[in-house]
């Protein structure tokens, strides 16, 4: 270590105990390209929901314009000059527009969320399926949070733009400009004189709008990392309470809870300025109009009646205007949610089916490992140049330390990984010339963390083959001894498995997976550390069961403990993804090699006397 | 409303920004409804009687009446703002406190994801209700009196009139909100169950891929997804029927205005000027009469989550420290299992008659099959939960009557699956004792064998683990979990099945390290391998609760039992293989 220990312990103590890196920008300038690509997405409803929208927001807006002109023209028309029927023609017709305006409404608000959520249906759908289907080199550089948090709130803050935001840009800027067209129809000059403070308006509060999207976007920052902790502080309670640190926790937790508070004071009092200040603007607006709408009524260019058509216009002129800042507010972070939806959208799959794959024939199960070169990141080579052929039937153990590349040979065979050179032939196919599906279907892998889905017992083991009938998943089950510990749950086979299986000890959520990977009927069976938790009495048990099937299957097993092993017809002994010893174990312990310390090892380890 | 009341206590300490909110808001809405009154003097007096010498007052009146509103607008919602925070503040602490606090028995029945949407979503719609909704509640009621009271003066007719629609829309409102609230509760469910889909569909990629089942997958979430978007189409639909209707009450107002109050107007019966300004007044009243709906909604939503939260908070800590607990100078430290029996709720007997004593230095090595109950030995030590019957002494005391904290620092514990936080290495290393030096930190992580790995990292102890940091597999994480429980110096070092991802002779290096280390502390092991036990003073081996047999490793040799079986099973007996390997060919 170059630093001294001392110096890294006082720069380490400032810091706090807990880190949330912030790995996403809240928001991006607005970018068309990214805009253009977003409403490709409104494609496909062009002709169908998209203009019955357009359409009904556009009479909807028309009706909205049209009274206050028609109460104008009552008052200067049927009122001053008394005219009953021309009130009676009037009230009539604003009856039936605003009858008119209930229909639009309707249809508006309708198809409106028709479309949006149809789009955002296929974004989520094409986003979903598209991240399922990319290998596992996309999934190693990422955290399981990383992706989550794209797969949910990325959408979701897209869904407010599509079913809220671009709809109302639209109606608000169909309506902005039909309340200026109304106004300059109505009087060029006075409309000049009430718009005199939109310039300033829009101006001073574009910026102060600025300075509340910084506020709120702190807030967020830190209540995402607030509930980040929360989530560690339930997961990791067991340690905390062990270890005694809850006042500590507490300490912490406080410090980011008044940063919170702090920004959220900032923010909700800039937030608290920006109403008060529109309305006072909009005040100007309304003396001007008062002003010089009186002394154009003095002389005679105007009447009452558009006094009273402005004061209305006008009072429906600033919410607009307001919400649109919004909505601006609401693009800016969508642009930021966008970009990182795209860049997983264009990710590629490393892992190709051949456009003429045909499905794995599997009659006896060779596998035959062809001068297999790979490695995960460029310069760490993983495995070299490694052959190794498997007759059918055969099992075989991997042996070898951590990182020794035991779990590459298994990974390079389910093909979750290409080899960067050599070739995987089971029964003589090359297993990249062959369709995914049918090579998963014939390979069966337990892995040492197997996962649990929410469902039942029963439908966790039936994750093996979705067609199995309840009578092939129970035997699945009493074939790896797991039926005993089933049976004794409080709703057995049916019981739910809740939190994938918190209330499941590690060995028996092994028990089910192996369980699983059983009823999968596979032509190759790979244990990949499946068994390091579960007690010897049952593995015991699981072997005598499975006897029968091992024989009848090519398996691979990877795993410690040398009673899983030494039965292996095979043993490969890997060391640094080269193979250093390959043989049955009598003929590894004749050899005095590799294999053979490591059996000394274990066997002076159990057999050494107390107080060594 | 009872409901809400509950969490009184918190913010009962903030009442006087409510008090102000409430007052800023009558003078606001005040100066709201004098606004329109303006444009009737304007029109009364200033433009029909040709008074144009009094318009500058008017227009000035106008910006004064607005900056008043603005500056009362300010004050009220700086005021509710104050109010939200402020609780929401106090709120949160409790809340905290209390998660650490509750008893693991109770995380072991409570779902993350539940305890999450409460600390979060549901937190936050206290704070919006108190800090705007409430607010905009009163705001709503108070323009409908004060515009109406206004309008009755000058017209009691009209007004009566307007009144009677006023009253259908609020009825509308009413039933808008009890018709919609079964499908906003079906969005919410939509938006949980597509969000936990996700999150599992990601960190089971593994298992999904591994079956190939990625089409089966797909399949499962276009039905969640489908799901959504037809609770957002179910509850937008319910919207698009009765705001057409809201609108066409709100126009139904101005058509009586113009009709009847035209008629008024002509009979003279009400001036020109008062009808006008009845149009703005109207609009003032309707706009937020409409939302009435989504509003009262909010509230109903904010009851329900304090009624969460109370419950959250009324959860009893069931391990307590005594009010008064025995103090004990304690150097080394002894412990016995006094005729245990313990249950969890769910299972009965996981513990029964268990007896065991372990003075300072010695090491227990505990051997089970799985759910034979070894586990909940160790939680019973630190008092993850209490005894059913019998009691676990530390130095002669029930563990119950000592100080709960300094029982629990006697422990260094690693549990099978050790949790990693998002933090450095340094700190994930020294949670137990964030002050230890780094000397000791190197230390305890040479002795877990954990040094050489963390050393090869580019940014070594520095390095960010957890959530969005490295991933680590599970026996580096094992490796860091014995160095934290080791850093703590702890008097009993506890290793629950904890060496399980590691191979043999790293396990065996790690051991041989903490025998000479735990010279006079206490060691328990729980484990699979015979390796892991052998050296232990006292080995005993659990079945269904129960201690079957117990002794030294070549007692239990001797007695053909369940530990004979493992090691036969575990010590590689070659000439038996052979035996059986020759009778295959």
Not at chain 1, 298 to 320: C, D, L, R, T
Not at chain 1, 495 to 508: A, D, N
Not at chain 2, 175 to 186: A, E, G, H, I, N
Request: with cysteine.
């Amino acid at each position: 270590m170059s630093m001294s220990s001392s110096a890294i312990s006082q720069q380490q103590n400032k810091r706090d105990r807990f880190v949330y890196p912030d790995d996403r920008a809240i928001e991006k300038p607005f970018n068309w390209r990214i805009m253009v690509r977003l409403l490709h997405y409104v494609k496909p409803y062009r002709w169908t929901y998209l203009p019955v929208a357009i359409l009904s927001l556009l009479l909807s807006t028309a009706v909205k314009l049209a009274v206050p002109f028609l109460i104008g023209y009552a008052v200067d028309y049927a009122l001053r000059p008394q005219n009953v029927n021309l009130l009676t023609t009037l009230i009539i017709t604003i009856a039936i527009l605003y009858i008119l305006q209930g229909f639009f409404n309707m249809l508006r608000i309708r198809f409106t969320t028709i479309l949006g959520q149809n789009v955002v249906f296929d974004l989520r759908k094409k986003l979903f399926n598209h991240v399922e289907n990319l290998s596992f080199r996309f999934f190693d550089k990422r955290t399981e949070g990383s992706i989550i948090v794209r797969l949910n709130n990325d959408v979701n803050s897209l869904q407010e733009l599509f079913t809220n935001g671009l709809i109302n840009i639209v109606m608000d800027l169909i309506m902005l400009f039909g309340i200026i067209s109304m106004l300059f129809i109505l009087n060029v000059k006075l409309t000049i004189a009430v718009m005199i403070v939109l310039p300033i308006m829009v101006l001073l509060s574009t910026k102060m709008r600025r300075k509340i999207r910084k506020g709120w976007q702190r807030v967020r920052l830190i209540q995402s990392r607030m509930n980040s902790h929360y989530n560690e502080a339930i997961q990791g309670i067991r340690e905390t309470q062990t270890f005694v640190q809850e006042k500590e926790n507490i300490k912490y937790f406080k410090g980011m809870n008044q940063r919170n508070t702090n920004a959220l004071y900032q923010s909700t009092r800039l937030s608290s300025l920006l109403p008060p200040f529109v309305e006072v603007t909009g005040a100007v607006g309304t003396a001007a109009l008062f002003w010089y709408g009186a002394h154009l009524l003095q002389a005679g260019e105007i009447s009452i009646g558009i006094i009273v058509a402005f004061a209305s216009y006008i009072g429906n002129f600033w919410e607009p205007i307001s919400r649109l800042g919004n909505i601006y507010n609401q693009l800016l972070r969508a642009m930021a949610s966008s970009e990182r939806i795209f860049e997983f959208m264009d990710e590629k799959p490393h892992i190709k089916e051949m456009p003429d794959a045909k499905p794995l024939v599997v009659n006896q199960g060779k596998v035959t490992f062809d001068q297999v070169q790979f490695a995960y990141e460029k310069d760490r080579v993983a495995l070299k140049e490694f052959s190794l052929h498997v007759d059918a039937g055969e099992t075989v153990a991997l042996v070898g330390h951590t990182g020794s590349g035991k779990t590459t040979v298994v990974n390079l065979l389910c093909r979750f990984y290409d080899p960067s050179s050599g070739r995987i032939l089971i029964d003589h196919q090359d297993i990249t010339k062959v369709t995914n599906a049918s090579l998963r279907e014939n390979i069966s892998l337990v892995m040492q963390d197997s996962f649990l889905f929410s469902g039942t017992i029963m439908d966790n083991i039936r994750y093996g083959r979705l067609d199995a009938t309840d009578e092939e998943v129970i035997a699945a089950a009493k074939a790896v001894h797991a039926d005993s510990f089933i049976m004794q749950l409080p709703y057995g086979y049916q019981t739910e498995v809740e939190e994938r299986g918190r209330m499941l000890s590690v060995g028996q959520r092994q028990l089910i997976s192996f369980a699983r990977a059983l009823l999968a009927e596979p032509k190759i069976l790979i244990l990949d550390e499946a068994t390091s938790s579960i007690d010897t009495e049952t593995e015991v048990k699981i072997q005598k069961g499975m006897k029968e099937l091992i024989n009848n299957r090519t398996s691979f097993i990877v795993a410690h403990r040398l009673s899983t092993i030494q039965n292996a017809d095979k043993i490969v002994v890997l060391d640094h993804g080269e193979i250093v010893e390959i043989g049955n174990h009598e003929l590894l312990m004749a050899k005095n090699g590799v294999y053979a310390n490591l059996v000394k090892v274990q066997n002076r380890f159990l057999e050494e006397d107390k107080g060594v | 409303m009872k409901d809400f009341l509950k969490i009184k206590s918190f913010f009962l300490p903030y009442k006087r920004y409510f008090i102000l909110s409430m007052l800023f808001l009558v003078a606001m809405t005040g100066m709201g409804v004098l606004a329109p009154l303006l444009l009737k003097y304007l029109v009364d007096d200033v433009i029909l009687k040709e008074q144009y010498e009094l318009v500058p007052y008017v227009a000035l009146a106008v910006i004064v009446v607005a900056i008043l509103k603005g500056a009362f607008q300010f004050l009220s919602s700086y005021m509710g703002h104050q109010l939200g925070i402020n609780t929401v503040y106090d709120l949160r602490n409790s809340l905290y406190q209390k998660l650490q606090y509750l008893s693991l028995g109770y995380y072991s029945r409570a779902k993350t994801g539940d305890l999450m949407a409460r600390l979060t979503g549901d937190v936050e719609k206290i704070r919006n209700f108190l800090s705007g909704g409430m607010v905009k509640l009163t705001r709503i009621f108070l323009t409908f009196i004060a515009g109406l009271s206004v309008m009755a003066f000058y017209s009691v007719k009209l007004t009566a009139v307007t009144f009677i629609v006023l009253g259908l829309l609020i009825a509308v409102a009413y039933r808008f909100q009890k018709v919609v609230r079964p499908s906003f509760r079906t969005i919410r469910k939509s938006v949980a169950d597509l969000n936990t889909g996700i999150q599992e569909n990601i960190m089971g990629i593994r298992t999904v891929k591994s079956f190939g089942h990625e089409a089966f997958e797909e399949s499962k979430f276009y039905h969640r997804n489908d799901e959504f978007k037809q609770a957002h189409l179910d509850s937008s639909r319910i919207w698009s029927r009765y705001f057409p209707v809201m609108e066409m009450l709100g126009g139904s107002c101005i058509v009586i205005l113009l009709g009847y109050g035209g008629f008024l107007v002509l009979n003279e019966e009400l001036s020109l000027g008062a009808l006008v300004a009845f149009f703005s007044l109207i609009w003032l009243i309707v706009n937020p009469l409409t939302d009435l709906g989504f509003t009262i909604n909010n509230f109903m939503q904010s009851v329900t989550s304090a009624e969460r939260l109370n419950e959250l908070l009324e959860t009893p800590e069931d391990i307590l420290s005594p009010q008064e607990p025995v103090y004990q100078q304690n150097n080394k430290t002894e412990i016995n299992f006094k005729d245990v029996s313990f249950g969890y709720q769910t299972r009965k007997d996981t513990l029964s008659d268990i007896n065991l004593d372990v003075s300072p230095g010695k090491t227990i090595g505990v051997l089970g099959a799985t759910g034979s109950g070894k586990s909940s030995i160790i939680q019973l030590l630190f008092r993850a939960y209490d005894t059913t019957e019998g009691a676990v002494h530390v130095n002669g005391n029930d563990t119950r009557q000592l100080h709960l904290s300094k029982l629990r620092r006697e422990f260094g514990i690693v549990m099978q699956e050790p949790f990693i936080f998002s933090a450095s290495i340094l700190d994930n290393i020294r949670y137990g004792d964030p002050y230890a030096s780094m000397e000791k930190i190197i230390d305890s992580a040479k002795l877990a064998d954990a040094h050489e790995f963390i050393s090869e990292l580019p940014q070594g102890y520095d390095t960010i683990v957890g959530e969005r940091g490295l991933g680590l597999s599970g026996g580096q994480k094992q490796r860091i979990a014995i160095a934290r429980a080791l850093l703590v110096n702890p008097e009993v070092l506890v290793l629950d099945d904890a060496t399980s991802a590691l191979d043999m002779e790293t396990e065996y290096h790690i051991l041989s390290n903490l025998k000479s280390m735990m010279t006079n502390q206490s060691t328990f092991i729980i484990a699979h391998r015979i390796s892991s036990l052998k050296n232990a003073d006292e080995i005993i081996v659990l079945d269904k609760g129960k201690i079957v047999e117990r002794g030294t490793h070549q007692e239990l040799l001797q007695q053909n039992g369940i530990y004979r079986k493992t090691y036969d099973v575990q010590h590689a007996s070659q000439t038996e293989n052979l035996r059986r390997r020759s009778r295959a060919l």
